[in-house]
């Protein structure tokens, strides 16, 4: 018979073993990929380029498996919110894409929460964000939100690849950038032309597809209704967890209390999961070369961080160009407000490619301490 003591480490094992052999098993982009209700013709180019983020997902295997156990706890969650709305499950790996499946992520547009939603947009899809909530924050709110948000630009655009790409673009950017074409279709050809969203979506599809990530924990995330007000600390002794849990896993609280009202709680009431954040790990890229005096990686004007935006490089000179790196690519931090124009000008870019490459309205107006691309999205 085998001493309980020795449970942890064959687990420990066999989890290991399980992720090394995952990792070592790149799943292969077809020829032909099914996607909602619609059938998926990629040429041989257009399978490299997707390929290549594929295997991207899976070049680092412990921040691949984070991923998976967020999956893991989060999913079921979407795909009901998905069915409850109508909306194809499949869909359901845009989530990953546009967030990893952190609660908190923030864009340098200043989108937040799982399926990155701006406060306007978030409001138009029923959910609420104030002082006491912000529900782009909860997985099962935000869920609906994004549901809401893709059928009813599907129906607009009767395509569901058009309705994905609609997602970064707006309604609007979608009509006038794909016009009629792909209405009604169920046949669409992906090549080196498909919009850089939906190849990265299939990327990301490839990647997760079940049942890849259902191995990684046995995890269940709970959904309990609540009613407030009431603490963390008073509801962490009823359901038998730490305030440091709860308080992690309902960031939709935005004060760390539970507001007047009835709400859902979430938690996971057995299992190891660890009450910081699950954060990804990146290695610290090589700041750009430039004339300008770069301080050495030793000096604390390096760092890198945990949360998006993932700002990289010489934060103290971030206000100019070649100095720091946004979500791992070239950027700049706002020092004061100004207009589109005059800003690109100030760090020698042309108006129209900065407003592309940030994906900005026109209209807009540069805010001082905020983030923006320098470089266009890979």
Known sequence: MISRKFYPFLFLVF????????????????????????????????QREIQLDVDAQYRNPNYFKVKLERANLFMPIVERELRRVGVPEDLKYLVIQESGLISDAVSTSNAVGFWQFKQGTAEEVGLRVDGQVDERKNIATSSRGAATYLKKHNNALNNWMTALVSYQMGLGGAKAY?????????????????????????????????PTYYFTSNQKLVEMQVQGPATM?????????????????????????????????????EGNLPVEPAIETYQEPKPKTSTSTVSSKASPAYRQANSFPRISGNTTQASQPNQITVNDLDGVQASKTASPSKFASEIGMKEKKFIKVNDLPEDTRIETGKYYYTEKKK
Do not use: C
Not at 20 to 42: C, G, N, R, S
Not at 246 to 256: D, I, P, R, S, T
């Open 178 to 210: 794909f016009g009629n074409q792909y209405s009604g279709k169920s046949v669409i050809e992906v090549d080196r032309n498909t919009h850089w969203y939906f190849k990265k979506f299939l990327a990301h599809k490839v990647a997760f597809e079940a």
């Open 15 to 46: 989890s290991t073993l399980s992720l090394q052999q995952a990792w070592a098993q790149i799943p292969q982009v077809p020829a032909v990929m099914e996607f909602a209700d619609l059938t998926l013709k990629i040429t041989p180019q257009a």
């Open 233 to 269: 600390s008073t509801l962490a002794k009823r359901y038998g967890v730490s305030e440091e849990h709860l308080k992690e896993f309902n960031k939709w609280a935005v004060q760390g209390k539970i507001p007047a009202g009835s709400h859902t709680l979430f938690f996971i009431k």
